[in-house]
């Protein structure tokens, strides 16, 4: 008989934690588990059109790997009594036709309604993947409170919290969230053929993205939210184009910051130096033309985006924050400097951009590291998971 799973998300947009739920539910064995997913509107995401389409490509792939899909139009993201308690009460009776033997919610709303759901229609095994926390970087400090102790109550209703670094787990522990043996470390994966393997002409890249042939290319990826850290990159671009005018800074993705960031590029007079793309579907070819990945972000779960960035073998520079430095090594594959440190973000970005060995030498150590971090090797773990959990309620109950 079949491990009945079902995951439950509140968004689906191309940002990592749902890249990662997607990746999880495609990769699970279909002999062994039956799995659907539940998710949100993603109405909050403002995906432009082409985002939105490729979200809706994932949601056809994930069908047709046999994962059905489950939508709640009133699962939102942001608080809001009426439609949370309508989601709630949707997921209760979800869950009772179902009968799933595993929960495993994604993301902090998802996580809390979800898991109580799980808890009252008494579901035998309930996980939470929180993708990142909100202890810091996101919200004032009453409310970051209220967060923290929902997160301590919800735990006590969970069997296993899954984290996607040391860090986070080490986070978790330190605002005392549950005890250390309710903790796994599982490491968000990527498709690691998709950058490994991309074959583009840097040179026609930057003639169709309006680049000079002989710039050299900074980039960022990233939803254009306040906690990506995109403000500090534009200033640390504006230090560096007087010396460097020959560098373009690569704002890739979109969001609800696209016009603030933009006036303040124009207030720094560097238009020149910095292009936003938006969202793009080609982001492992646009990536492969960048000389440098940047990541200055104020909060970080993981920031799959720097495997991806690794995989096309680029050197990076960003905060030493969250579960970063679990990825990047001072000094080794890229560059670690303090959240909203403009002034070392700067010096660190110049250093790569004057030093065409070094950039070589730490994307190679980049590329090694990335290879630990394939969807496959995420999912085996997840599965390992899974079954133990599983054995484990199967004996308590015998």
């Given at each position: 008989m079949?491990?009945?799973?079902i995951h439950i998300i509140?968004?689906?947009?191309?940002g990592?934690?749902a890249?990662n739920t997607?990746?999880t539910?495609?990769?699970?064995?279909?002999?062994?588990?039956d799995v659907?997913?539940?998710h949100?509107l993603s109405i909050?995401?403002n995906?432009?059109?082409?985002?939105?389409?490729?979200?809706?490509?994932?949601?056809?792939?994930?069908?047709?790997e046999?994962?059905?899909?489950?939508?709640i139009?009133?699962?939102?993201?942001?608080?809001h009594?009426?439609?949370?308690?309508?989601?709630f009460?949707?997921?209760?009776?979800?869950?009772?036709n179902?009968?799933?033997d595993?929960v495993?919610?994604?993301t902090?709303?998802?996580?809390?309604?979800?898991?109580?759901a799980?808890?009252?229609v008494?579901?035998?095994v309930?996980?939470?993947?929180p993708?990142?926390?909100?202890f810091w970087g996101?919200?004032?400090?009453?409310?970051t409170?209220?967060f923290?102790?929902l997160?301590?109550?919800?735990?006590?209703?969970?069997d296993?919290?899954?984290?996607?670094t040391?860090?986070?787990?080490?986070d978790?522990?330190?605002?005392?969230?549950a005890?250390?043996?309710k903790?796994?470390?599982?490491h968000?994966?990527?498709?690691l053929?998709?950058f490994?393997n991309t074959?583009v002409?840097?040179?026609?890249m930057?003639?169709?993205?309006g680049?000079?042939?002989?710039n050299l290319?900074?980039?960022t990826?990233?939803?254009?939210?306040?906690?990506?850290?995109?403000?500090?990159?534009?200033e640390?671009?504006?230090?560096?184009?007087g010396?460097r005018p020959d560098?373009t800074?690569?704002i890739l993705?979109?969001?609800e910051?696209?016009?603030?960031?933009k006036?303040m590029?124009t207030?720094?007079?560097?238009?020149e130096?910095?292009?936003?793309?938006?969202?793009r579907?080609?982001?492992?070819?646009?990536?492969?033309?960048?000389?440098?990945?940047?990541l200055?972000?104020l909060n970080?779960g993981?920031?799959?985006?720097l495997?991806e960035?690794?995989?096309?073998?680029?050197p990076?520079?960003a905060?030493n924050?969250g579960?970063i430095?679990?990825?990047?090594v001072?000094c080794e594959?890229g560059?670690?400097?303090s959240?909203?440190?403009?002034e070392?973000l700067?010096?660190?970005i110049?250093k790569?951009?004057d030093?065409?060995?070094?950039?070589?030498?730490m994307?190679?150590c980049?590329?090694?590291?990335?290879?630990?971090?394939?969807?496959?090797?995420m999912?085996?773990?997840?599965?390992?998971v899974?079954?133990?959990?599983?054995?484990?309620?199967c004996?308590s109950?015998e």
């Open positions: 079949k491990i009945k799973t509140t968004r689906l947009d191309k990592g934690s890249e997607l990746l539910v495609m990769g699970l064995d279909r002999e062994i588990y659907v997913l539940v949100g909050e995401s995906m432009a059109e082409d985002e939105f389409r490729a979200v809706e490509k994932s949601l056809m792939d994930v069908e047709k046999g994962v059905r899909v489950i939508t139009p009133s699962l939102v993201r942001r608080i009594l009426f439609y949370d308690l309508r989601a009460f949707a997921l209760i009776k979800i869950l009772r179902e009968r799933p595993i495993h919610t994604h902090s709303k998802a996580g809390i309604l979800g898991r109580w799980a808890f009252f008494r579901v035998p309930i996980i939470h993947t993708h990142g926390h909100v996101y919200f004032g400090k009453l409310k409170r209220i923290i102790l997160e301590k109550i919800s735990a006590l209703v969970t296993r919290l899954v984290m996607l040391e860090q986070e787990k080490i978790h522990l330190h605002f005392h969230i005890p250390e043996n903790f796994s470390v599982v968000s994966g990527i498709n053929d998709e490994s074959s002409d840097p040179a026609a930057k003639r169709r993205l680049i000079p042939e002989d290319i900074v980039g990826v990233g939803r254009l939210t306040s906690i990506k850290g995109h403000r500090y990159l534009i640390a671009a504006r230090k560096i184009a010396s560098t800074f690569v993705g979109d969001g910051l696209l016009d603030e960031l006036n590029v207030r720094s007079d560097i238009e130096n910095i292009k936003f793309l938006g969202w579907s080609d982001v492992a070819e646009v990536m492969s033309t960048f000389d440098i990945f940047a200055p972000s970080e993981m920031g799959r985006v495997v960035a690794m995989a096309l073998g680029r990076i520079v905060s924050i579960g430095p679990d990825l990047v001072d594959n560059y670690l400097v959240v909203g440190d403009v070392s700067a010096a660190r110049r790569l951009l030093d065409p060995e070094k950039r070589e030498e994307g190679e980049g590329k090694k590291i990335a290879i630990d971090y394939s969807a496959n090797a999912v085996q773990k997840i599965d390992r899974y079954r133990k959990l599983v054995f484990s309620r004996h109950e």
